[in-house]
């Protein structure tokens, strides 16, 4: 991108509502509430011609002490030292506050270059407040309605003077797709995987685990907010980061309760935003209190991660602080295999967010899961492994009569996904397919991923039309 915006203000002024706008996408929650965005988000905006980084901040208080308030304030201030540009929001509907006179006036002494925006200035309710403006000292406002779309052009204007002119974007031109070949589908060969490319990791779990924590002990920095308060971060926060050439998109989401504690309309809305994370997410990794390990929502949340297809890694947070390690690690095997036996394998890594330990073993795990996850078997070893499975535990007979398989191939990774050619789909019983599945998982070395069975009917080459 070529440059980058902050968008700041006090809380509840539509700062949320604009990144989505120049965003074009629904990213960062919405709501009357003040004070709903708390940590820093920044995402890619195209607008006008222009291409840029907007970044959302967290409603600007006037704390300076060690409160949650204050925490919040020193990553506004964090990101708006590394923005190109700001833009100063005010409602112009609610009019100018002491608020927005006191922020004004320390933007005017920084070094980041400042633009006045006068948003919720539609209608006539919004002029007064226009006018108002005029005394911070920043300019003339740029009215606009980021709900409504309104003033954009405006805005656009505005900022092309912080665009570099050598900055020309290239249209991109995809590549034609391959032709097709013969080969069985399991046989396709596999695109080099592009490792310029980061991959996708969601970090899930309850509240208060250490999840902000860990983010910000692998990145080495206070990306995002951390303390004793539970339920701290409410948008999920998307952090590009590269770990031994490999590059990750690293996403920290809202701690996830259990559905009947749910009630404040924001912690809903941060729930759905995370459950939306895990489908986008290549790795979820699964952050758990080792002193409370895997209880109900814990499992909850990775069978979940399971049916959605993504690649789980459990992390035990906080291990330094338990005393019989040998007790909890029991503990998680007993509760893995009573209750998450269909992606036996599953790596569970011991670490400690806080001071940094195994967090080497942490991201080795994640990208060997990640390799799982991306497995192909060729059509040749699948079908001599079901030819064995056939000659030593065949399909049960139904109604006196034999299912028959035929043929097997692997259709599509990310999950493993693996089709099966039989004569009576329907007969097959699902105690045979779990066995399948298991069998096939343990003869490819697969653990710890999902494995999907696909039955298909194959057609009778001799049927009529």
Known sequence: MSFTVALVGRPNVGKSTLFNRLAGKKLALVDDTPGVTRDWRSAPARMGGLSFTVVDTAGLEDVTDDSLEARMRRQT????????????IVDARAGITPLDRHFASLLRKGKTP????ANKAEGKAGMPGLYEAFELGLGEPIPLSAEHG??????????????????????????????????PIGDQPEPAEDLAKPIQIAIVGRPNVGKSTLLNSLIGEERVLTGPEAGMTRDAISVDWEWRGR????????????????DA???????????????????????????????KQDLTIARMVVEEGRALVIALNKWDAVDDRAMALRQVEDKLQATLAQIKGVEVVTISALQGKKLDTLLDSILSTYAQWNRRIPTAQLNRWIEGVLEHHPPPLVEGRRVKIRYATQVKT????VALFVNKPLDLPESYQRYLIGHLRETFELPGVPVRLLLRKQKNPYADD
């Open 77 to 88: 201030e964090r990101a708006l030292d590394r923005a190109d540009v700001a833009l100063f």
């Open 114 to 117: 400042v633009l006045l925006v």
């Open 150 to 183: 309104e003033g954009m052009a405006d805005l656009v204007q505005a900022l092309l003077p912080f665009a570099p002119k050598e900055d020309e974007e290239e249209d991109e031109v995809e590549a034609a797709p391959a032709e097709g070949s013969d080969l």
């Open 247 to 262: 590059k990750f998109r690293l996403v920290d989401t809202a701690g996830m309760r259990k559905r009947a504690r749910v």
């Open 265 to 295: 309309k924001v912690e809903k809305l941060a729930v759905a935003d995370a459950l939306r994370v895990i489908r986008m997410a290549q790795v979820v990794l699964l952050v758990v209190d080792a002193n409370q390990i895997l209880d």
């Open 414 to 417: 990310r999950p493993p996904t």
